[in-house]
């Protein structure tokens, strides 16, 4: 080994690499306290993310999308009084009959009728009018089941090869049969908030009653791409049908990707149950109906955005598989393996620190030292700041507290510039990946893995080997 020093360097910067490691994985590994700041971390990073790629499009051309939404509005309850939905479900037949006039691709009611109105006249009515186009409708998975049999008809069978451990409810809702009976589809609009009460991803599909139910924005996409119900792929990290691969996590959740690059115009209820939008509008377009007026009760917290409607969360769900612009997450082994790769790269970079002057001369760059140098030289050419600079220099000889400051100053920028360059590189690619490949690598770990793999090398450079050498050699 002593003869074939660069293999010995190999064998050094290999065993740190694993052993920083390994100390982050086993902390991730038994969770606890670590696992919960690496997520507080990654969800910080993730709006921080989402907040810097907005501002960077803000000059970016947008477009109007194929969606719109109909909302129940502050204005439309000025109007229409207060909301009741058995009141309101009256409105709804003149309402849809506009809508469906202009021949939709789509009309998704982000509304659920779980009870028969009080006068069967209305359901009835309201049904025929359904019957009339590509309707929708949300309805909802309940931990007892108030439903029978009546969603059997939209299901499709569990895979035996599923691995995803796809979200789980014991049951349903009720809802009005009528009602169903007159949908192209339904859909599942149940939302799982993180444990800090964020809405970031939805359930593409559900395990419920040993079978396969989809969210209805998969529903809505399904049926206007003329795709069957039993051409789903399901593989560890992704849902598959045609043409289309949702990245997932373990769950079977995707990311809602809110793009502003696709723009959804909101129109009142009331303006369409008046009959003062044309029907041509709605040619071709993807109407969601829901209650959007504040303090109506559906509203979600998402990052950045803070509350939004909850059909808003639908509808960029639907945007997002249309478009195929999703947000993909590496899997458990990959993630992994890239921090395996990162412990190898910051531990060559830190343990070869000042032995590549290229390397240097680019910390040296990025920290604007050499700038600042620059600077300050120019500076001290004029002859006012040239005087109190000298006086300066007569001070700081005087004075012990002053040298004293400027020496811990100087100490502690060596030891801190090369981690604080690094974190500043390695943000920057992270974000680089996410803003133009879509993939959120997840920086909490990395982030750490960096400053493990510092502190590692600058205890390994600090150990006094020639003590072991001189007991090596007092023995023999």
Known sequence: MESHPALKKAVIISAIAFSGFFILYFSIMFKGIVANILTQIDNTLYTQFLSTRER???????????????????????????????????????????????????????????DPHDDPNVDRMLSDVMKKGPVF????????????????????????????????????????????????????????PDKDGLLRKMPIFFNIKDGLYPTIAMEVFRETSGIS??????????????????PVDEHGRAY????????????PFYDV???????????????????????????KLVPLYGYISGVKVHANLYLNMLHKNFIRELSVGRYYLVILLVSFIYTFLFFFRGEHPPLKRMMIYFTGTLLALKLSESL?????????????????????????????????QKRIEPIVVQVIILYLALFFIFNNFHIFIKPSALLIQLFISYIIVSEYKMIDFSKISDREQSSE
């Open 229 to 246: 119900r039993n051409r789903f792929k399901f593989g560890n990290d992704r849902i598959e049908t045609g043409d289309l691969t949702i």
């Open 380 to 412: 001290l050419k004029i002859p006012f700041i040239s005087r109190i600079y000298q006086k300066f220099k007569i001070l700081r000889n005087k004075s012990y507290g002053i040298r004293l400051f400027f020496l811990i100053l100087s100490e502690t």
């Open 56 to 114: 960077l499009s803000e000059e970016a051309e947008k477009q109007y999308s194929n969606v719109v939404i109909v909302g129940i509005d502050d204005r439309t309850l000025n109007k229409l009084g207060a909301y009741n939905p058995h009141k309101y479900r009256r409105y709804h037949i003149p309402m849809l009959e506009n809508i469906l006039k202009g021949e939709p691709k789509a009309v998704v009611y982000d509304i659920y009728f779980g």
């Open 137 to 192: 409708s949300v309805f909802f998975g309940a931990k007892h089941d108030r439903s029978g049999e009546i969603f059997n008809k939209i299901a499709t069978k569990v895979p035996d090869s599923l691995k995803l451990k796809l979200v789980n409810e014991k049951g349903f809702e009720s809802i009005s049969p009528e009602i169903f009976q007159s949908l192209k589809g339904a859909g599942l609009a149940n939302a799982y």
């Open 256 to 267: 809602v990707n809110i793009d502003e690059k696709h723009k959804i115009r909101e129109i």
């Open 273 to 299: 149950y008046k009959g003062r939008m044309p029907g041509r509008f709605f040619k071709d377009k993807i109407v969601f109906i829901a209650a959007t007026a504040s303090g109506l009760g559906d509203m």
